[in-house]
């Protein structure tokens, strides 16, 4: 399984980005997919999730009404629209799947991206 992850880059608070990961190496159809950020000095931490056989999600509180997380099955893609950034949403951005149901652990993730970095400027 590989995981590449791309779209992050350098945004002003307020500002919206998406990021995007781009699966291969077997079929998703039984995985779920997630998002992770870390910050420096900070724990890895959850920030959504998707299945991909239908594409039910859940969020971290911090994001949610903000973050959209989506699937493109025909692509094997995932995406993460962030709208109305601000300083606090400053990490590294992971995606990582998983086969079976969604989970907000990342331990429980065995295949993880390379990241990409999102800094937001005030």
């Known amino acids: 399984v590989q995981l590449v992850e791309s779209g992050g880059g350098l945004v002003q608070a307020g500002d919206s980005l998406t990021l995007s990961c781009a699966a291969s190496g077997r079929s998703f159809s039984t995985y779920a997919l997630a998002w992770f950020r870390q910050a420096p000095g900070k724990k890895r931490e959850f920030v959504a999730a998707c299945t991909w056989v239908n594409s039910n999600t859940n969020y971290a509180t911090s994001v949610k009404g903000r973050f959209t997380i989506s699937l493109d099955n025909a692509k094997n893609t995932a995406y993460l629209q962030m709208n109305g950034l601000n300083q606090e949403d400053t990490a590294k951005y992971y995606c990582?799947?998983?086969?079976?149901?969604?989970?907000?652990?990342?331990?429980?993730?065995?295949?993880w991206g390379q990241g990409t970095q999102v800094t937001v400027s005030s």
């Open positions: 990582a799947t998983k086969e079976g149901v969604r989970q907000t652990d990342p331990m429980m993730y065995p295949y």
